[in-house]
């Protein structure tokens, strides 16, 4: 894989497809400069299963945010995920309450009605499995008792 130099001691670049051998979900990561010498291989690269989300409850919560929602999917505690993360719109959120099938999140204040797109990511990076949750203006919304 071609990187990019950030400093001295930084380089960056995307993973390459995994292809298994063995089950091993790794690769040894080495570099070189000058395409003939590569380091030796002190680094590992871990891959995991994209998480997914089947749902968010409530799908409903306050303009004024920390609606405590939770997520319920697959793969949330998978021993490779690196920095699992929820996102609300562009405001990234720290689960807590974490387990395999489910994780709890306090929803961000919203700044008008409507809806937003809650995904998750297992390194705070690649967002999937999107669903929407619908934030509601209190002054405009009507609960009917029976």
Not at 49 to 69: A, F, H, K, Q, Y
Not at 81 to 104: E, N, W
């Amino acid at each position: 894989m071609n990187a990019t130099v950030i400093d001295d001691s930084t380089l960056v670049c995307d993973s390459p497809k995994l292809v298994s051998v063995n089950g091993d979900l790794w690769y040894n990561v080495s570099v070189t400069l000058d395409g003939a010498f590569i380091s030796k291989a002190t680094g590992k690269f871990s891959y995991y299963d994209n998480p997914t989300i089947e749902s968010v409850s409530p799908w409903l919560g306050p303009m004024s945010g920390n609606t405590e929602s939770v997520i319920r999917g697959e793969g949330f505690t998978q021993k490779t995920i690196c920095d699992l993360t929820a996102r609300y719109g562009m405001t990234h959120l720290a689960p807590k309450d974490v387990s395999y099938t489910q994780m709890t999140v306090k929803s961000p204040p919203a700044a008008r009605p409507g809806q937003v797109v809650v995904s998750i990511s297992g390194n705070n990076q690649q967002f999937i499995s999107d669903k929407t949750l619908h934030f509601r203006d209190k002054e405009n919304t009507f609960e009917y008792y029976q």
